[in-house]
């Protein structure tokens, strides 16, 4: 079965929720709440996490993962910046 943002397998009722549901509307009130972006570099969908990033407010970043699609990173450890998540995470989450 492929992801819906995989391409290929959206039906005509699939996106229905994402048009009755603005998501963008409330961004900005996630801060003061850090938010993480990642993106591959040649997703289909790389504009989304563009749009949201402009959106939102500080503390933000945008990873943009060179040569990646949108579902190399769901499970290619090779394309996973573990190392940047950590790094995020470390810095965001320390006690």
């Known amino acids: 079965m492929r992801a819906v943002n995989s391409g290929n397998a959206w039906t005509r009722t699939t996106p229905l929720p994402f048009m009755n549901l603005p998501i963008l ?3 900005a009130e996630i801060s003061p709440r850090p938010v993480l972006f990642i993106h591959g570099e040649n997703a289909h969908s790389r504009y989304f996490s563009e749009t949201a990033y ?3 407010a500080e503390p933000k970043e945008l ?3 060179p040569g990646a699609y949108h579902v190399d990173l769901y499970d290619r450890m090779d394309k996973i910046p573990f190392n940047r998540l950590a790094a ?3 810095q965001h989450l320390a006690a």
């Open 63 to 65: 990873m943009i993962i």
């Open 25 to 27: 509307t409330h961004i």
């Open 88 to 90: 995020f995470f470390g």
């Open 54 to 56: 402009q959106a939102a």
